[in-house]
């Protein structure tokens, strides 16, 4: 029987790389790796890292869970991608029913490649754009024309950092969607004779071999597209109606070269559309009346699909909860999840198992927060990833730890007002007593969560320093839960 796993977090920056050993008397009888991939990441940045992963392992991992296709959390499989072909073998891998081929599942996948494809379109104009001066051009005569122009270039770097995010595809296009199971094959990380299953929903785990007393709750991502679109609760910043903007959808059908049905697609009618030679275009393109122009204005509507895609995509998260039997005891790793994926845990969904006394037992989503004393914290702690009261309230546990996958060192720029959330920071200071791990520099780290509106106990900073300093200069943090 199961007794206690040890949780290896890899320092590889702001990224999920996890290694859990789970051991019966002391010795590892289940290796479970979960994710694998760093914002901003070099091959060198996991070389070291990986070939560790291959010696504490044997080269066997016998469970590959990877969360969402995002790159900070994939991209390593294809860095080191030589040495996962070369050194290790995955007996099994789970994916989230978003990357099956069910129709539904497929559908999803279409409607995100439309966006991915635009956005990475909208980004190479607007560098271009910005490399030509054409923003420049446009507000030379305007008052503040530089500081317009600083706040463009801003605007662009944000956007082509979101778009980093996404793996690199090679001609992605509609009638041809890549799923996470195609690029690890590609990279033959994933082998013939590797297991491939897809998670849902309430789906209860408990007997996979040689891990006995162990069972898992599948969280999310939610089968439903209005949940996964979901990023905040309050003040959330998607678009609070089924259907895209009108706006949006003309932008996506210039740039995927889809067939426009219907007038009600353009952002204004067709009889103001004037053909490439039309005299009032060369007029209103002279140096003094180009600002009256939307060459490149209308490419500004990017931002705000980019932020509800990047949502979309952090929602389809494979979360889950890996229980101790016989205590009870749960670990949460909830990916990258928005509020969406965690709200969609309390609605209506249960989870369904035998009891030590051969009953039928429902839980629902408080009883698993409420026993979690280990939590993975969500998006690298930024303000959307751990909800309030459906969320971080609810873990009660007095034996409570954390882990924190935030590092300056290798973050988006664009990150930086989100990351680390000091409200969410201090509170998981106060529920763990200092038993708080950070995968970056915990002391720039820390100047960002003791702020004027937060009281953070010394107490428990004095322990937290205690606990994560025999880990400096290492590449990798351990911490052991007991079942």
Partial sequence: MIDKVKIRMYRIGTGDFFLLQFKKSDI???????????????????????????????????????????????NGFEKASEIFNKKISFKKVWFAWTESNETYANTFRKEHAKVKIALQKATILLNERLEDGSFQKMYATEHNGLQMNDSIRHFVSSLTGLSELNPEDEQLSLDSIPTMEDILRKHKVIKGDTIVEFKDPGDVVEDLENLEGIRFFILGPPIDNKSIKIKEVKGEGYEKREKPSTLEMAFLNIFNQADIESDDLLPFSDEYILNENHDIKEHYQNSDNYWRTIDNEWLMSAGSLALRHETSINNTSL??????????????????????????????????????????????AEY????TVFYKVGHHLSQNGTPKEKGLELMKSDDFSA??????????????????????GSELIRKTQGKLFFVGDRKQILKNIATERVIVNKTHLQRLEKLNKPFDGKFYIDHEITG
């Fill in 319 to 364: 979360a889950m909860a890996i229980q101790f039997i016989n205590s009870e005891r749960i670990l949460l790793f909830p990916g990258d999840a928005e509020h969406g994926n965690w709200l969609s845990w309390h609605n209506k969904l249960e989870w369904s198992f035998r009891d030590l006394n051969n009953k039928i037992k429902k839980v629902n």
């Fill in 28 to 74: 590892v009888s289940f290796n479970l790796m979960i994710d694998c991939g760093c914002i901003n990441a070099a091959k060198s940045d996991f070389s070291a890292k990986v070939e560790d992963l291959s010696t504490e392992t044997n080269g066997v991992i016998d469970l590959l869970i990877v969360t969402h296709e995002h790159a900070d959390h994939i």
């Fill in 368 to 371: 698993i927060l409420n026993n």
């Fill in 403 to 424: 882990m924190v996958t935030l590092d300056f060192d290798k973050i988006n720029a664009g990150w930086l007002n989100t990351m680390p959330n000091d409200l969410i």
